[in-house]
């Protein structure tokens, strides 16, 4: 299981860069150096992506500009079929412009 990126793991990043910035001085002034993880609103690309959204409720915008939501069911390389209001949909991966979770509250 992908365990992401951890706040340690920010922050040694973050005073690593920190410290080459301060003496290489690439920035005339002041100037603030942060460092986040991707976030649960990225994009859905690769099959592991997928695979770690599995049974999550998607949003996904196609590439005619209609938008679904729905819970991911199962995916392949050609293919992801969410469970949504109206029935199981099956929706090539090359019509997706844009997939990512929804959070749940």
């Known amino acids: 299981m ?11 990043i973050s005073r690593e860069f920190a410290d080459i910035l301060d003496i290489e001085d690439p ?3 002041r100037f603030r150096l942060e460092v986040t993880s991707p976030g649960l609103d990225r994009p859905l690309m690769t099959n ?3 695979g770690r959204a599995c049974n999550r409720r998607l949003k996904v915008v196609l590439v005619t500009g209609q938008t679904l ?3 991911l069911q199962n995916w ?3 293919r992801i079929e969410l469970d949504t209001a109206k029935g199981c949909e099956e929706i090539a991966r090359e019509d997706i412009a844009k997939a990512t979770i929804e ?3």
């Open 2 to 12: 992908d365990s992401g990126v951890t706040i340690d793991v920010c922050q040694s």
């Open 27 to 29: 920035f005339p002034g």
């Open 48 to 50: 592991e992506d997928f």
């Open 69 to 71: 939501l729905g819970r």
């Open 76 to 78: 392949t390389e050609e």
């Open 103 to 105: 959070v749940e509250f």
